[in-house]
């Protein structure tokens, strides 16, 4: 079997589309054909040369799509079936699996490292040569091979190009909210970076009920994005210390960080209230190091913390979403930003490099 994918051969090349060779389906595999797939920053860092990983690899991991074949063994899914892809493909065994977190699954994040499945093949190859498989998925292609555990129907009624988000930036920036910090009603919240990931996160402070929900950002057109999704205040971050002191004059109760960096991390601890929570969401590069004044947490009591993919399950993740979709209250057509054929790779992610207010799409 082939298909048509786009690949990555390295930082500042360009990307060329290929046919490249597709091992068969086994019996617990799936073959989706991929009907969109967004770009995201884990995406960027490896095109930025941030991730070193093995080439020629196919990126992409936040993708939805139509079930094709399905294994002998599959059970739940078939033929004609739209699902979203989970890209945590995980050993189902290991402490942190057992756990219900299979993004943080150790035998994954192996495999993430090295390019590979859990199992250490790839199920690609080119010219005889192997592809590696961007964050454990590679679905910047027309069609990809994965475990039936990962791809995660969603019924009819919403289309797939908004689908796609679903697959990394709504469960990240969603479940940041509702699963890792569990904001409360009432609660104050800033959210640092306005981009998918941080424009669910707005969108899942409004459905937690905080009452104050800042949004900082310096990309034109995204404060206007996040007004429309229930923040109540939208700021350049360059006006953001002076403008919290009178919005939230101890700080946020919780604040996250959403892009990723070490200098938009300690943004978000910065305006934390004393006691209160900062969650780092977005991927830092890799090396990156934090360097944080203790009094952050021995006299302001603040706590600092982490969330990988939301902190939950995403098969359990998925339909909770899904019903905040179907119910109104979370937006996914609104943050579909431009869409691009896989032709056109290179434009899509200069595209994505240089920011837009909704996410880039590329679909085959
Ligand atoms: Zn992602
Ligand atoms: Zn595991």
Do not use: N
Not at 84 to 97: I, N, R
Not at 349 to 364: K, N, S
């Amino acid at each position: 079997m082939t298909t048509r994918a786009a690949v990555f051969w390295g930082p500042g090349e360009p990307f060329t589309v290929e046919e490249i060779e597709l091992a068969e389906p086994g019996p617990e595999e799936v073959v989706v054909r991929i009907a969109a797939a967004g770009i995201c920053g884990t995406d960027l860092h490896s095109v930025k040369g941030e991730f070193r990983r093995p080439t020629p690899m196919v990126l992409g991991h936040e993708g939805a799509g139509v079930v094709e074949v399905v294994g002998s063994e599959v059970d739940g899914l078939a033929p004609g079936d739209q699902v979203v892809l989970s890209w945590a493909p995980s050993c189902g065994e290991c402490a942190d699996c057992r756990r219900g977190r299979p993004a943080a699954c150790t035998r994954l994040h192996d495999a993430l490292g090295k390019g590979t499945l859990v199992d250490g093949t790839t199920g690609l190859s080119l010219r005889g040569e192997t592809v590696y498989r961007g964050t454990a998925t590679g679905c910047f292609a027309e069609r990809v091979v994965v475990s039936s555990r990962v791809a995660l129907p969603i019924g009819e009624g919403v289309p797939l190009r908004e689908a796609a988000l679903l697959g990394c930036a709504a469960l990240t920036g969603v479940g940041a909210v509702l699963f890792a910090a569990r904001v409360e009603v009432g609660s104050s919240v800033l959210v640092v970076g306005a981009g998918a990931v941080g424009q669910f996160a707005v969108q899942a402070a409004h459905i937690a009920g905080a009452e104050t929900i800042v949004a900082a950002d310096p990309v034109e057109g995204r404060l206007e994005q996040v007004l429309r999704l229930g923040a109540t205040h939208g700021l350049d971050p360059a006006e953001l210390a002076e403008r919290l002191a009178e919005i939230a004059p101890d700080g946020a109760d919780y604040a996250f960080d959403a892009v990723g960096d070490p200098a938009t991390t300690e943004i978000a601890l910065a305006c934390t209230r004393s006691g209160g929570t900062a969650v780092m969401v977005g991927l830092p590069a890799a090396g990156a190091r934090l360097d944080l004044e203790p009094a952050h947490f021995i006299r302001r009591e603040k706590w600092l913390t982490g969330t990988m993919y939301g902190s939950e399950d995403p098969a359990i993740a998925l339909p909770i979403l899904l019903e905040h979709v179907r119910a109104g209250r979370l937006d996914l057509s609104g943050l579909v930003g431009p869409e691009y054929s896989l032709d056109r790779i290179d434009e899509a992610i200069d595209a994505a490099l240089a920011g837009t207010p909704g996410r880039v799409l590329v679909t085959p």
